[in-house]
């Protein structure tokens, strides 16, 4: 009921100002101090003083006089304080919340009729996915689940660099060397396996005598220049090694889970001409010069010129890449693209030469975002292979595992868990403390991934998010015979007022953090829930209240905040666990 209240206030503050002669543009409406008893607050009065020739208090009083509650459904009252207008929510708005969450769906808006592709992850099919860039599939997921529970139609792609120097180097490698030339591989897994021949690909460029270097060089030119010539066997070859690698790192997304909708090969637009067309409308542009043995494209206000052909007739990743968007823009009606903070100039690059190509890229938004770094000494790594994201979930698992362990015995519930029903719950709650944690950071923000914060069931974590979640099925499972009932007017203490109030606001901050593509809108959120959810399970007893209907109308409140809770966590990528 959140939305449908903010436009009635919207519409009464409109009316109010265009009956006092005020222009309408901007009626300054937020959220008032959580010590006022309102949904929303307007500061309209402060914008119009100077018009009005009178103190901001006086306009606000002024304008209280137009401003009648009762014309609407959802507004209970409306106050004047000081300078603000505070709107306070009627009974109808309390009852509207409870009776709509009781949905599984809750906080999922109407459909939008639009559709949007999230391009996420993302990484070179070159090994293993490392922790550092392990905040790509958490943020990227994220926004797309958010935009998905906004209405919008998402589909989540991978785009994969399939046709550069790093593949023609894995593939010729991949074709040289013999498997008893490499060692172990860290993990049974594919890209772990193949990885081997990448990196003794590499040794060998820089280690080997200049003749046999020659010679391997002009073998992965020879990759290069029949990808891009369209060559059906250089690309069989190539997609041999790229397809085993992804194969691997899809098992890998997968724990998170970070599922795509479709998996999209560069090489595609090489062998369907696009790229070529691109190549050709970039030369004729004015901007277009041929310097130092390359075409480029000068910008009027960006430094760096974009080199989008090489002299040897080889196009480079970002001129695929025009391409891939161009393909976007005619396929879908907007485009989300989440990136590592080292590729912002060539998001820039990008952008200004879809521009000077002639696309609207209003229809284009880029959420760029820091790496994950690890405290020193605080996880074992394996050897040459740097810390991957394996290591990371494998490690959260772990701990979550001893602490699910250590607190069997001051459960709640007195439901047995067997061994399955602990790894379960270290799944659910480990996995999900390493989302929650990294995906509850503001994207541009570097963070440091802290075990003890990120799995500290007392603190603002997922843990203790969870928590609130498997303790309203607890509840919901013990209420036997007991109807849950809508009835608001049992719901009167501030506990029970305040828990409905923060339920109503899910749908609003689905709408706003979808519009901005922030997530972590959506971790704060749950922080909030989880808080007014303990305030109301230490004074409000449900299974035990005194009388039937306080019981039915405190069951249909636990039901309306467990499926607040899902969700929002849904839209973290984190799991619900229904016992804990």
Same mark, same amino acid.
């Given at each position: ?124 099919? !070159? ?7 392990? /905040? ?76 046999? $270097?020659? #010679? ?14 369209? +060559? ?29 909708? #479709? ?7 090489? /062998? ?25 494209? !000068? ?10 052909? /090489? ?14 968007? #161009? ?10 693209? $989440? ?11 990008? /952008? ?8 609207? !890229?209003?229809?284009?938004?880029? $959420? ?12 074992? !790594? ?35 868990? +067997? ?162």
């Amino acid at each position: 009921m959140y939305i449908p209240l903010r436009e009635e206030v919207r519409e009464a503050l409109t009316n109010a100002l265009a009956a006092r002669g005020y222009p309408t543009d901007d009626l300054g409406l937020e959220e008032p101090p959580e010590d006022v008893d309102a949904v929303f607050a307007s500061s309209v009065a402060f914008r119009l003083a100077s018009e009005a020739g009178a103190p901001p208090p006086q306009v606000a009083a002024e304008l209280l006089d137009e401003l009648d509650a009762d014309a609407y459904r959802h507004i209970g009252r409306i106050d004047a304080q000081g300078p603000y207008l505070n709107f306070v929510p009627s009974d109808a708005y309390f009852a509207g919340t409870l009776e709509a969450a009781q949905a599984d769906d809750y906080g999922s808006l109407d459909s939008r009729d639009t559709s949007v592709v999230v391009e996420h992850t993302s990484a070179n099919p !070159t090994g293993p996915v490392h922790v550092g860039r392990a /905040r790509n599939p958490i943020v990227g997921d994220a926004v797309a689940n958010l935009l998905d529970y906004a209405g919008y139609d998402v589909e989540r792609h991978y785009y994969v660099n399939d046709a550069g120097r790093q593949m023609a180097v894995f593939t010729w490698a991949y074709e040289t060397f013999d498997e008893s030339e490499l060692p172990e591989p860290a993990r049974d897994r594919a890209e772990y396996r193949m990885v081997r021949y990448y990196r003794k690909g590499n040794e060998y460029l820089e280690n080997a005598d200049p003749d046999a $270097v020659e #010679e391997a060089e002009a073998e992965i030119t020879a990759i290069l220049q029949g990808l891009e010539e369209g +060559d059906e066997g250089t690309y069989e070859r190539v997609t041999r090694v790229v397809d085993a690698v992804l194969g691997g790192m899809r098992e890998c997304l997968a724990r998170l889970p970070a599922e795509f909708d #479709e998996f999209v090969k560069e090489s595609r637009f090489m /062998r369907d001409g696009s790229t070529d067309d691109v190549v050709a409308r970039l030369k004729a542009h004015e901007r277009a010069v041929y310097e130092e043995d390359a075409w480029q494209l !000068t910008f009027e206000e960006i430094d760096k010129n974009l080199v989008f052909l /090489r002299a040897d007739g080889t196009s480079l990743y970002t001129t695929r890449d025009l391409a891939h968007h #161009e393909w976007k823009f005619d396929n879908y009606d907007r485009a989300v693209t $989440v990136l590592g903070e080292d590729h912002k100039l060539q998001a820039r690059q990008l /952008r200004a030469a879809l521009e000077d190509l002639g696309s609207d !890229t209003d229809r284009l938004d880029t $959420v760029v975002y820091s790496y994950v770094n690890l405290p020193e000494g605080k996880m074992s !790594t394996r050897a040459g292979t740097g810390v991957q994201l394996d290591d990371l979930l494998d490690e959260a698992i772990d701990r979550a595992r001893e602490e699910v362990e250590s607190r069997l015995d001051d459960r709640l519930r007195d439901d047995e868990l +067997d061994g399955s029903g602990v790894e379960r719950i270290a799944r659910q709650v480990g996995i999900g403390a390493v989302r929650y944690d990294i995906v509850s950071k503001q994207p541009a923000k570097a963070i440091t991934f802290e075990w003890e914060r990120a799995l500290d069931f007392e603190a603002q974590s997922a843990p203790y998010v969870q928590y609130v979640h498997a303790r309203c099925c607890g509840i919901i499972g013990e209420a036997d015979g007991i109807a849950p009932e809508l009835d608001v007017s049992v719901l009167s203490t501030d506990a029970e007022r305040e828990l409905l109030r923060t339920i109503a606001r899910f749908p609003g901050v689905i709408e706003s953090a979808a519009e901005d593509h922030e997530p972590h809108r959506i971790a704060t959120y749950t922080r909030e829930i989880a808080d007014r959810f303990n305030g109301f399970y230490r004074e409000c007893p449900v299974i035990t209240a005194d009388d039937e209907a306080t019981r039915a109308a405190r069951l249909a409140l636990v039901i309306a905040a467990g499926h607040a809770v899902a969700n929002a966590l849904d839209i973290l990528g984190v799991e619900a666990p229904e016992s804990m």
